[in-house]
C-alpha cells in the first residue's frame, strides 16, 4: 500500500494519494480549490497521473470547504488526464454547492459522480446500441427545433410588428434577386438539352410538336421546382448556415439570449420567411426560362412557329400542374431554409466547424428535398392521375 501526503499553506489546500501504482488510487482533496491554488493543483495532479499510472482513479472531495470554478476546471483537467489513460473516474463526497459549480462548468455528466472516460463502447451491439442512441438524441434535437420554428411562425402571425422586415427583405434579395441569373441560366440550358434530346427520337415519327408537351411538363411538374431548389439549397443556404454559425463561435447567439432577445424569431424567422416568398417566385421564373429554351429549338431546329409551341404547351400544362410546383416550391424552401438554420446552430468549434457546417447543411438540404419530391411525385400521381 502506498501512501503520499502533499502539504500546503496552512488552511489552503491538501492533496492525498491512497493506493498502489498501476492500479486503482485514491486521490483526497481538502481545503479550498481556488483560483490562488489552481497552478498548484494541476501541477500536483499530473505528478500523481505520471507517477502512479493508475488503472481507476477515485476522486474524494469530503475535505473540501471551499471551490470556484478554478476548482471545477481542475476536476475537468483531471478528469482528461484520465481519459487519456482510459482510467474510470469517480467523484465522491461531492457537496451540493461543489455540485451546483461542476454543473456549471462542466455540465450534468460531471454532476452526476461518475465520468465518462472516453472508451468506445466494444462489441457489436453496444456499437448499435450507441449508435442508435445518437440518432435518437439528434431527431429529437431536430424536433424540438422544428418545433420552435412553428411556434416563432405562429407568433410571427399574431404579431406581424415583432418580424424583422428589414432583415427579410434584406434575405429576400440576396437569395431572390441575386440569384435569379444562375437560375434563370440554368433552366434555360436544361430547357435547350431536353427540346434537343426530345428532337432526336420525336422526329423519326413525324411529332416534332410534341417536343413542346414534353418540355413543359417535366419542367413545369419536376425539374424546375426541384432545381430552382437545389440552386438555392447551394447557394443561399450555405450562407445561412455560415452565418449562424460564425454567430455560434463568437458567441453572438448567447449575447442575443443574454439580452433578452430570442434567437430563432431573431436569426431564423426572417430567412424562412424570405425562403418562402423567393423559393416559389424562382421557380416560376425557372419555368418560363425552360420554356423559353425549348422554344429555341423547336424554332430553330424543328421549323415549328413559335404561335403552334405556345399553343401545344399551354394545351400540356394544366392548372392543377402549376399549384403543385408551387406547393412544391414553397415545402421545400421550408426544408432548406430550416434545415441550413439547424446545422448553423450545431456549430462548436472554430473556423474549420463553421465550414463543415455549411457544407453539412448544403447535403442535407439536398437530400430532404430529393426524398421530399419523391413523396410528392407518388402522392400527386394519386391526388389527380
Not at 486503482?24 to 480549490?33: K, V, W
Not at 483537467?77 to 456549471?104: F, K, M, Q, V, Y
Not at 455560434?248 to 426572417?270: C, H, K, Q, S, Y
Request: net charge neutral; hydrophobic share 55%; aromatic share 8%.
Amino acid at each position: 500500500m502506498f501512501k503520499k501526503r502533499v502539504p500546503d499553506k496552512p488552511q489552503s489546500f491538501a492533496l492525498a494519494v491512497e493506493g498502489t501504482p498501476g492500479e486503482a488510487c485514491t486521490l483526497f482533496l481538502s481545503g479550498r480549490l481556488a483560483l490562488e491554488n489552481l497552478e498548484r493543483l494541476l501541477a500536483g495532479a499530473e505528478t500523481f497521473i505520471e507517477t502512479h499510472r493508475p488503472s481507476a482513479i477515485r476522486v474524494d472531495l469530503t475535505g473540501v470547504t471551499y471551490m470556484d470554478s478554478a476548482g471545477a476546471l481542475f476536476i475537468g483537467r483531471l478528469r482528461t488526464l484520465a481519459a487519456a489513460r482510459s482510467a474510470p473516474l469517480e467523484l465522491a463526497g461531492l457537496g451540493e454547492d461543489a455540485r451546483r459549480i461542476l454543473s456549471l462548468v462542466e455540465g450534468k455528466a460531471a454532476a452526476s459522480g461518475t465520468v465518462a472516460t472516453g472508451k468506445k463502447p466494444e462489441g457489436f451491439f453496444p456499437k448499435v446500441a450507441d449508435t442508435a442512441e445518437s440518432l435518437f438524441g439528434a431527431f429529437a434535437d431536430l424536433m424540438t427545433f422544428v418545433g420552435e420554428i412553428v411556434l416563432a411562425l405562429l407568433h410571427s402571425l399574431r404579431h406581424p410588428r415583432s418580424v424583422r422586415w428589414n432583415a427579410v427583405l434584406f434575405y429576400m434579395r440576396r437569395a431572390g434577386v441575386e440569384g435569379l441569373p444562375v437560375v434563370g441560366l440554368i433552366s434555360l440550358l436544361l430547357g435547350l438539352i431536353m427540346a434537343f434530346m426530345a428532337s432526336l427520337q420525336l422526329r423519326q415519327f413525324g411529332a416534332n410538336i410534341y417536343v413542346a408537351s414534353l418540355v413543359s411538363i417535366s419542367i413545369v411538374r419536376e425539374l424546375g421546382p426541384i432545381m430552382t431548389a437545389i440552386l438555392v439549397a447551394g447557394r443561399s443556404g450555405s450562407a445561412f448556415a455560415a452565418e449562424i454559425g460564425t454567430m455560434m463561435v463568437n458567441e453572438e447567439v448567447d449575447a442575443l439570449t443574454t439580452m433578452g432577445f430570442d434567437p430563432i424569431r431573431f436569426l431564423v424567422i426572417p430567412k424562412v420567411i424570405a425562403a418562402i416568398v423567393v423559393v416559389p417566385v424562382l421557380t416560376l421564373y425557372a419555368d418560363l426560362l425552360g420554356v423559353l429554351g425549348g422554344l429555341i429549338v423547336g424554332v430553330t431546329g424543328l421549323d415549328i412557329t413559335v404561335n403552334a409551341y405556345m399553343t401545344q404547351t399551354i394545351k400540356s400544362i394544366r392548372i392543377f400542374d402549376m399549384n403543385a410546383s408551387m406547393f412544391k416550391a414553397t415545402c421545400f424552401a421550408l426544408l432548406i431554409s430550416g434545415i441550413v438554420c439547424y446545422r448553423g446552430f450545431q456549430v462548436r468549434g472554430g473556423a474549420e466547424a463553421v465550414g463543415a457546417a455549411a457544407t453539412s447543411a448544403v447535403v442535407s438540404a439536398i437530400f430532404l428535398i430529393i426524398v421530399a419530391d419523391s413523396a410528392f411525385a407518388i402522392m400527386l400521381h394519386y391526388i389527380n392521375p
